[in-house]
């Protein structure tokens, strides 16, 4: 027989009357659930122990004939029968979707019932693409306001965000800084410099001679949610989304000896200053000191620093002690791979399956960043919850993207799929199927908590499928949110190099997979790499910086990633 203690039976209740809210049940109901929930909750003892003695509940302040009814068959059948009705009738998840600050039963309902929205990740992925504003007396302020909520709910489990809310804010904070006439430069050091994948917080540095008015336009932002610290030179603010931020001013003169200093990492940093020391100074943020004499040299350019220490300019990407500083001894850096060297896409969706925008409004979206082909990859049968493709649907779909064709001369479309490799092994779509298609991304998107050898020999067999040219998002996770599959990566990267199959960069802010360690290996294996964005709709092509970062720290080159190849030489190296 099951235990229960308070705290699992106040939930339950509690959650009992979330769901009846959502559902329009009677007020009075739902507050003898919530009531129940409470005084429980702070029971002095285990309101199992009574059940057991033999007590009668209902004499418990707050717990009516049903709720000690309920207790009882809780208690001695591990299972409560109007709960599992109500969670056949209610999704369960709806519970976690309230728990969002500004997401109140009616809203709930109504993102449930018109959208289809269960779960926190559907609603956040719903308020990153303007769906929520469709939603009646909601508008874009709201939806900002929730997908803010959400963001820091996903921070308090953290304490790190990623990439698709830091950057954003930092952006904005250089941006009013910019503006300001005292400001002589502006720059965002620390992690966020350095595109690490998670950020703890933003570090700001201003060139200027005047900091007084710089400082109190930094607190005066409108996201600042509250000032943690402010001195003449240094200020500290938290946002509101819970990220924190430093602000630094300094005098033009050590421009380059602090944005150094504050870009680190602590590890690069460590081995600059002992390059330092063999020559004979100490280095701190402000300057290098001569230590026989005292004497300080500070730099306005960062690169005249890495000059003076005999090194080549290390890009920021790349500051992570992972051999950048002798390959800057000798010259032999990476020259990293660029956005603007991307020619086109070969992962994105469109409102055939899960997507938000047409066929038509994602080419012209990718031929205004200026490339010259996009594959249009829209989920698979098997994918329900995304709308997937049968393959008669493929098949109209094709029609509708050589008539898109037909209008846009100016890049070339092609008809892909995002394959399902689904929970049994089994590839969604049959050779047959996959031959009439220009390319083929798979993709796990299910079963990814299966065991290390079964979730291996699934991605195997996508890579030894002739038709698959690329694995998209290899690893499956979700930053902040899901950890990666337990995938034995080191043989899928083999398999990939020696099958041609290529393996993705992910640039969604949210995967960044394969992950920087996991590029530099598949370079090193000769792994053909390609960055997608994955778009959904067509501001998703602007996460493209964020899968260039990525390579970038994995030191990749223009020659490590396919996508970099004009059309003619990319349809060449395509897998058969
Ligand atoms: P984060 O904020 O956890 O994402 O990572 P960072 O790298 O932005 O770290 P943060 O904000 O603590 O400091 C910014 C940079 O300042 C860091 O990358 C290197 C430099 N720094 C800070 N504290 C120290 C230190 O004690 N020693 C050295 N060498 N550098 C430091
Ligand atoms: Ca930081
Ligand atoms: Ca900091
Ligand atoms: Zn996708």
Redesign the pocket.
């Known amino acids: 027989m099951p235990r229960f203690n308070n705290k699992e039976v106040a939930e339950l209740f509690a959650n009992i009357g979330d769901l009846l809210e959502i559902k329009g049940e009677n007020r009075f109901k739902i507050l003898a659930y919530r009531k129940a929930a409470d005084n429980i909750a702070g029971l002095g003892q285990d309101l199992f122990n009574l059940w057991e003695a033999g007590q009668d509940l209902k004499k418990i302040e707050g717990i009516g004939q049903a709720i000690a009814d309920k207790s009882a068959e809780l208690f001695e059948t591990g299972k409560l029968e109007f709960w599992e009705k109500l969670i056949a009738e209610v999704p369960e998840s709806l519970v976690d979707v309230l728990n969002i600050p500004d997401v109140g039963p009616k809203l709930a309902k109504s993102m449930w019932q018109e959208l289809g929205l269960t779960t926190v990740a559907e609603v956040k992925a719903a308020a990153q693409a303007g769906k929520l504003q469709t939603l009646p007396r909601m508008g874009a302020k709201s939806e900002a306001r929730i997908l803010a909520s959400i963001e820091a709910l996903e921070r308090r489990d953290t304490g790190?965000v990623h990439l698709g809310i830091a950057w954003p804010l930092a952006m904005t904070v250089i941006a009013t800084l910019e503006k300001l006439p005292e400001a002589l430069k502006v720059e965002v050091?620390?992690?966020?410099r350095?595109m690490?994948e998670?950020?703890?917080?933003l570090?700001f540095l201003v060139a200027t001679e005047q900091p007084e008015p710089i400082m109190a336009a930094f607190k005066a932002m409108n996201d600042v949610q509250e000032v943690i610290a402010a001195g003449e030179t240094k200020s500290s603010v938290r946002f509101r989304n819970g990220l924190q931020a430093?602000l630094r001013c300094l005098e033009p003169s050590r421009w380059g000896t602090a944005l150094q200093?504050?870009?680190?990492?602590?590890a690069h940093?460590?081995k600059v200053?002992e390059l330092a020391q063999k020559k004979g100074y100490s280095l701190n943020e402000y300057a290098l000191t001569r230590e026989s004499d005292g004497e300080k040299l500070s730099f306005e350019q960062e690169a005249d620093l890495y000059e003076f220490l005999g090194l080549a300019y290390i890009p920021p990407q790349l500051r992570e002690d992972r051999g950048e500083i002798k390959a800057a001894q000798n010259k032999s850096l990476p020259e990293l791979v660029q956005v603007g060297d991307i020619k086109g896409e070969v992962h994105c969706h469109s409102t055939w399956s899960d997507g938000a925008q047409s066929i038509e409004e994602m080419a012209r979206a990718a031929m205004e960043r200026g490339y010259e082909y996009l594959v249009i990859t829209d989920h698979s049968q098997s994918l329900g919850i995304a709308n997937g493709l049968t393959p008669e649907r493929l098949r109209r779909q094709r029609q509708e993207i050589d008539d898109v064709q037909a209008k846009l001369p100016g890049i070339r479309l092609l008809q892909g799929t995002e394959m399902e490799i689904k929970a049994d092994g089994s590839l969604d779509f049959s050779d047959e199927v996959l031959a009439e298609l220009d390319f083929v991304v798979a993709s796990v998107h299910t079963g990814l908590r299966q065991d290390r050898e079964t979730l291996t020999k699934r991605m195997l067999a996508a890579i030894n499928n002739p038709y698959v040219h690329l694995i998209g998002h290899p690893s499956g996770r979700l930053l902040t949110q899901r950890e990666a599959g337990d995938f034995d990566m080191e043989a899928i990267m083999h398999a990939a190099a020696e099958t041609g199959t290529a393996l993705e960069i992910n640039a969604s802010p949210e995967r960044l997979d394969l992950n920087d360690a996991h590029v530099r290996r598949a370079i090193e294996l000769g792994v053909d790499l390609m960055i997608n964005c994955d778009a959904h709709h067509a501001a998703g092509f602007e996460n493209m910086r964020f899968g260039v970062a990525t390579a970038s720290r994995g030191w990749a080159t223009a020659e490590s990633i396919v996508n970099t190849l004009p059309w003619e030489k990319f349809a060449m190296r395509l897998k058969h």
């Not at 050091?189 to 966020?192: D, E, F, I, K, R």
């Not at 998670?198 to 917080?201: L, P, S, V, W």
């Not at 200093?261 to 602590?266: E, K, L, R």
């Open positions: 790190r050091a620390g992690s966020l350095r690490r998670t950020i703890g917080d570090d430093d200093y504050f870009t680190g990492s602590q940093n460590v200053r």
